[in-house]
């Protein structure tokens, strides 16, 4: 009879092992479809609450999705045919997807914004289910569930998982990659693994196929210890996952070709302008030192994050320590398993411009890492041996000690989670006016009103809070950078969509302004504004206070905005309560983001 592993020792099976065993008890923490409800709540709570924090989500992809569902919208220069280094076929699905809302009671701009989030949501709690089922199957389930909880807590995940950017999508497809080359039952499913990360890659976003890298080198080194029947059944493998990858890759060609009306491989530009563009790239958009993802990550996940970089070193001492005798391939598996998170964290840390948004492929990972590390530290201090020191500890005192830091890490992300919504939900809530209300308000303006944006250009959330064909434009302020132009609405040639490929002006790959982008204050019927009463400084010529203007314009409605600059850091951080035991210094200052109507003379 085989022996049992060892206490905390991740626990792996190869594909020729019997399955013939019944276990007295299933493999998995709690049944697959509890967890799938777990996630997928945690999943609508971020649909419902989480703000867009990346104006390139707004300007990127839910502007070009509302042109293809509503005939207009705006266009960044990454969507001009002269550049073309953004999918129509990724746009394409979500805007095909929101317009089912369409066909529903009540339905409304708004409600397709958050049914394409509810959708994502959903998408993104099956490829958590899936990853989840197979660490438990394949490792341990107490690491599945540690996987779980580290996930549906973290603000991270609150992020990522229904943001409409190509980095969430591209979580979604390594999630499914992972699981195809972890799971080893039923056979090596190498072929599944690679078309998952293609698209994730091609679909998404091109760097993410680099995830499936270890797990290739993996199949690698057993390859090179295998005879020659599994070398040839390996080659095959790895020809159909590059095969399906491939069709994927056509696909998304043929419809960008239907878009741009030219020969584009987008993945490809994108990855040409990202590493050999001779115009500067993307750190046009600024650049970061090497402690932004460490702060990031640490502010993301907290506690999980420490114990994500903690997992190789725990693992190596634990191999030192107290050797499995499972052998090479057991510590090879689970070497691979912990590569991605840091092989990702450093290929990010050295490149000089940061997004939080980049990290998103890599979130599955860090918790999977964690789950690992806190695995490892539990049996380590779970020992019940006297002549160790963990031994000697009462249980009960080791119990309360994990317990503690576990609520803490809770609280600390529940804290966070809070602090983002309740400090930046203000965009997602000020255009509701504009519908009208249950309370009685007829709709604001009229078909064809401008609402206008200067400094708060980059908070828009997008035409969808627009109703009846009223455009966003932008007025001037002190940015000098390049902003998005608009779709053409002209219907011209063979086709739909015709903006999509007709030749644009005032586009460049440089973030060179283009005064063509502004329209004269004068013809704004509406404007976005924010203002911060405790600030002090003398406000820049192009950026005066419009609330305070009160003889043209009338505050519509405002809504709380954290007021950043005046607030401490621990308060902008995590959600401080307005109490009066607070000291003063530690609460949290306000401003106010309104939307604003010209008054009639």
């Not at 960044?76 to 929101?98: C, K, Q």
């Not at 609150?158 to 799971?183: D, E, I, Q, T, V």
């Not at 890490?409 to 209300?437: K, Q, T």
């Not at 009223?470 to 002209?490: D, I, N, Q, T, W």
């Amino acid at each position: 009879m085989a022996p049992n592993p060892p206490e905390g020792q991740p626990q792996f099976e190869h594909p020729t092992a019997s399955h013939a065993k019944k276990k007295k008890r299933g493999p998995y923490p709690i049944e697959p479809i509890t967890a799938f409800y777990i996630f997928f709540a945690a999943g609508l709570v971020a649909a419902v609450f989480a703000p867009i924090q990346d104006c390139d989500e707004t300007f990127n992809y839910w502007e070009p999705a509302h042109y293809l569902s509503h005939g207009y919208g705006l266009q960044t220069w990454e969507y001009s045919p002269d550049y073309a280094i953004r999918s129509w076929l990724y746009v394409g699905l979500h805007s095909a997807f929101g317009s089912i809302r369409r066909l529903l009671p009540q339905s409304s701009k708004v409600s397709e914004f958050y049914f394409i989030r509810y959708g994502l949501a959903f998408l993104c709690a099956i490829c958590q289910t899936v990853l989840f089922k197979v660490i438990s199957l394949t490792m341990n389930g107490r690491i599945g569930m540690f996987f779980l909880i580290a996930t549906v807590i973290s603000p991270g995940n609150f992020h990522a998982s229904a943001s409409f950017l190509p980095s969430s999508f591209a979580m979604y497809m390594c999630m499914l990659g992972a699981a195809s080359f972890m799971n080893w039952r039923g056979g090596i499913k190498t072929a599944h693994g690679i078309f998952w990360f293609a698209a994730a890659g091609i679909l998404g976003w091109p760097f993410a196929s680099a995830l499936c890298a270890p797990y290739l080198l993996e199949e690698l080194v057993l390859v090179l210890f295998s005879d020659k029947d599994a070398f040839i059944e390996a080659i095959i493998r790895f020809f159909r996952g590059v095969i399906a990858g491939l069709i994927v890759l056509f696909f998304d060609f043929l419809i960008n070709l239907f878009f741009y009306k030219k020969i584009a491989v987008v993945s490809w530009n994108i990855v040409k302008y990202n590493i050999f563009s001779s115009t500067g790239g993307p750190d046009l958009y600024g650049t970061e030192p090497w402690t932004f993802y460490f702060k990031n990550l640490a502010l993301n996940f907290n506690i999980w994050f420490i114990l994500a970089l903690l997992a190789l070193p725990l693992f190596v001492l634990q191999k030192i320590i107290s050797p499995s005798g499972h052998g090479f391939q057991s510590g090879l598996r689970t070497v691979v398993f912990l590569a991605p998170f840091y092989m990702w964290l450093a290929i990010f840390t050295i490149q000089p411009h940061k997004e939080e948004r980049f990290m998103y492929p890599v979130y599955p990972f860090l918790t999977l890492n964690a789950g690992i590390a806190l695995h490892i530290i539990l049996a380590a201090i779970g020992s019940t041996d006297p002549s160790t020191l963990a031994g000697k500890i009462p249980a009960r005192l080791k119990f309360l000690a994990v317990s503690v830091v576990m609520i803490l890490a809770l609280d600390v992300s529940l804290a966070r989670l809070y602090g983002i919504y309740s400090a930046y939900s203000a965009p997602l809530s000020i255009y509701s006016r504009l519908w009208g209300s249950s309370h009685g308000h007829p709709p604001l303006g009229k078909e064809e009103d401008l609402v206008c944006f200067g400094k708060e250009w980059y908070r828009f959330p997008s035409s969808y809070f627009l109703p009846r064909d009223m455009h966003a434009k932008f007025v001037r302020s002190e940015f000098r950078g390049l902003l998005p132009g608009e779709f053409s609405e002209a219907k011209i040639g063979f086709g739909f969509w015709s903006g999509t490929w007709l030749p644009t002006s005032g586009f460049n790959d440089r973030n060179v302004e283009d005064p063509g982008k502004y329209v004269d204050l004068k013809a704004c019927s509406f404007l976005v504004d924010t203002q911060f009463p405790l600030r002090t400084d003398p406000l820049p010529p192009n950026e005066p206070d419009y609330i305070a203007d009160k003889h043209t314009w009338e505050v519509v409605q405002c809504e709380q905005f954290l007021d950043a600059a005046n607030t401490h850091i621990l308060a902008r951080t995590l959600w401080v309560p307005d109490l009066d035991v607070i000291p003063e210094k530690f609460r949290r200052k306000w401003g106010r983001h309104c939307l604003l109507q010209r008054k009639t003379t």
